[in-house]
């Protein structure tokens, strides 16, 4: 939403910047236009007395009159040739009087000086009434004079530059707001992320209470159920009839107990206990308690300890293993690895089940989050709780060949 708002606004200023700065351009060329009205207007006026090429002291009185409005040379020009000049500048190759030149900041034209005097006419003809008598018509007079000017229009120069500081500033505003719709978009992440992370810890503290309350009840209850099933078992060991309700009880007992386990090592304390550790022998220990025939490991390929709480990433793997196992065909090898990235320990589980559905990638880590017909969903729980006890993080995805595959991050701390 924050990108949304940014983007519009950036685009709603950019739009008025550029027509402004079009506008600015269009009124830029007419100002020059109007300008080259007024010198042409203004040399007409000041040269029309006279036959002959205006004089210098003309010349710079009318530059002088003239310059503050941006004139900066005028020219007395017959033929292509200049007969007099005052100011600095040129006319560059500018030939036919009515043509207007801008480029490169300066604006330059050419027109007559003044309109040339027709030579005598012809003699009167026999019964036409008499012409009027002019006085005769000098060579000077019939000479045909351009006058140049190449000015600066400082106007329309003005006009430009502003127009463009203007395009400048839309765009390092534009470039402002996006830094600072980012900054508030990263912001408002973080917040959202760290309420989750507040509200999943608030659930998980509530959780863990409920759970250590209820194993701390059942705990001595079911010790002493399972010990007198077991007694019971042995009682009725051949009464093909009694003894498998028995070992029935005893099993159920059994799957309680480790159910009770499991909410005690959901529940325990972050404290770890960290000591020099080879992450190959943790691996090892991992897949002969889940089982060697069912798993393929690599491992590292020297013997550099880090420092780990040894017991409780086997755990972890274990719990990966176990679930990978169990939803892997017969006959398939779950894949297992630990590898070193950066400065962390990186120990990846790939299985060959069905994957996991779109969407829940973050949500099997939840607590009684399950997908299989046994089991309370405790397992990945315990396993990211235990990773991020130890600074890292876990991570789930459907591999492209099918499967899943996790990820479990370590950062690796030598000893």
Known sequence: MPWLAAGLMCAVL???VVFIR????????????GMANVLMLAGVEAFREGTGVPSQQALEA???THQE???RYVAIVEDGQVLASAGVGSLGKIEDGT???FEEGRGRFIHRLRKPRPPEGPPAVSGAPPPVVEPPVSQEARRNLRIGYDFEPVTALELKERSQRLLFVAAVSCMGILGLAFAFSRSLAQREALAAELERGRRLAALGTMSAVLAHELRNPLASLKGHAQLLAERVERDEVLRPKADRIVGEAVRLEQLMNDLLNFVRSGELRRSGTDPNEVLRAAVEATGESSVEARYL???EKVELDAGRIQQALENVLRNAVQVSPVGQRVEVGVA???PALVFTVRDHGPGIPKGDEERIFEPFVTGRLRGVGLGLAITRRIVELHGGSVSARTHAEGGAEFRLTVPARGT
């Open 340 to 342: 070193q990235e950066g």
């Open 14 to 16: 950019l739009s008025a």
């Open 62 to 64: 009318f530059l002088n």
């Open 22 to 33: 079009r506008s600015a351009l269009e009124s830029s060329s007419l100002v020059v236009r």
């Open 301 to 303: 390929p020297g013997h």
């Open 99 to 101: 043509q207007l030149r």
């Open 69 to 71: 409005g941006g004139l």
